[in-house]
């Protein structure tokens, strides 16, 4: 069983910075493909940045609307994914959630999602 904590949520005036983490726990080998992503009131669920593999040092993909702002980051050391946002605006405002593919045994591997963390940014 595989379990994702996300944490670092909050509110935060405009300009500012968070650091959200996302924890997974339980039995695995490792995960491969990363990314957090966002959804707003009345909004579609978007891809905010990503990694394309399971390397530390992969290439990731960003949002234009969060490009320069934003920086995912991962410890696989840790299984955690990061994602550093600053120069937080109103218009991040949105409840942010992870998304890891696990690689649970030579085979398999599966997608889970994290619970999902407000970011409210005030302006």
């Known amino acids: 069983q595989v379990q994702l904590v996300e944490s670092g949520g909050g509110l935060v005036q405009a300009g500012g910075s968070l650091r959200l983490s996302c924890a997974a726990s339980?039995?695995?080998?490792?995960?491969?493909?990363a990314g957090w992503y966002r959804q707003a009131p009345g909004k579609q669920r978007e891809l905010v940045a990503g990694?394309?593999?399971?390397?530390?040092?992969?290439?990731?993909d960003y949002a234009d609307s969060v490009k320069g702002r934003f920086t995912i980051s991962r410890d696989n050391a840790k299984n955690t994914v990061y994602l550093q946002m600053n120069s937080l605006k109103a218009d991040d405002t949105a409840v942010y959630y992870c998304?890891?593919?696990?690689?649970?045994?030579?085979?398999?591997?599966?997608?889970?999602w994290g619970q999902g963390t407000q970011v409210t940014v005030s302006s």
């Open positions: 998304n890891v593919d696990i690689q649970v045994s030579l085979v398999t591997s599966r997608s889970y």
């Open positions: 339980g039995r695995f080998l490792r995960i491969n493909a």
């Open positions: 990694f394309s593999s399971g390397d530390s040092d992969g290439s990731t």
